[in-house]
């Protein structure tokens, strides 16, 4: 499996920005789909994740009400909505896609969204 993560920017604070993973290779072993970020100086943290049939979704208090995570399987592609930007926000994004199992199939190489007081 391969992600490609598109969509970050630079973007002031309360604007809003779509992020895109799109998967290719063997997407059928894809089950749960996530967005990740890491801001300078601080680990990687989860902020969405989805499953395949998009009925389960999970999503950081720091987010809730702001972002939305969605996924087209016909696309093999998932989406974060981000609204309501703030500078905490600002850091590099990733997506990852788990197995059924949780096996981490794969990451993307990031996306950059910097939000600006």
Known sequence: ??????????VQAGGSLRLSCAASGST??????GWYRQAPGK??????????NGGSTVYADS????????RDNAKNTMYLQMNSLKPEDTAVYYCNALSRVL????????????VSS
């Open 1 to 10: 499996v391969q992600l490609v993560e598109s969509g970050g920017g630079l």
């Open 28 to 33: 059928f072993s894809i089950n749960t789909m």
């Open 43 to 52: 680990q990687r943290e989860l902020v969405a994740s989805i499953t395949t």
């Open 63 to 70: 987010v809730k009400g702001r972002f939305t995570i969605s």
């Open 103 to 114: 096996l981490i199939l794969a990451w993307g190489k990031g996306t950059l969204v910097t």
